[in-house]
């Protein structure tokens, strides 16, 4: 066997001095590369229809509303065609009942208002011509 003269060191790491200002730049660099991937993709969802369509206050309007519990309310809300009469609870909205569309001139007097619920409740589902 050949013996060399020459002995094995153990290798030496050799450490390269990164400064801090490099690696904030890269990190920085990345972040900034994320954000405009999410806004590019933003951007394509809502050109392509997949962002949900935001309803105007002209087709959709709450009229009155009435608490009857701690969380449990009664509006009415106006459509095109019809208004509706909603309870609203936490957990749900259910139907009550369904009234004829309210003309464009009419608009309900805002300082008069029933004092007791059960009048208000039945005085939005009195039908003409229904005795009472």
């Not at 449990?72 to 509706?84: G, H």
Request: net charge positive; proline share 8%.
């Amino acid at each position: 066997m050949n013996t060399s003269s020459q002995t094995l060191h153990p290798a030496t790491p050799q450490t390269q001095a990164i400064s801090a200002g490099s690696v904030l730049t890269q990190v920085s660099g990345v972040l900034v590369v994320i954000v405009l991937l999410i806004l590019v993709c933003a951007w394509l969802a809502r050109r392509l229809g997949f962002a949900p369509q935001k309803v105007s206050s002209q087709e959709l309007k709450m009229t009155a509303s009435v608490q009857v519990g701690q969380r449990e309310r009664v509006v009415i809300v106006d459509t095109a065609d019809a208004r509706l009469v909603l309870g609203v609870t936490a957990q749900q909205i259910t139907h009550l009942h369904t009234l004829p569309p309210s003309g464009p001139d009419e608009n309900p007097p805002q300082s008069i208002a029933p004092h007791d619920f059960r009048q208000l409740l039945q005085n939005l589902v009195k039908r003409p011509g229904k005795p009472q």
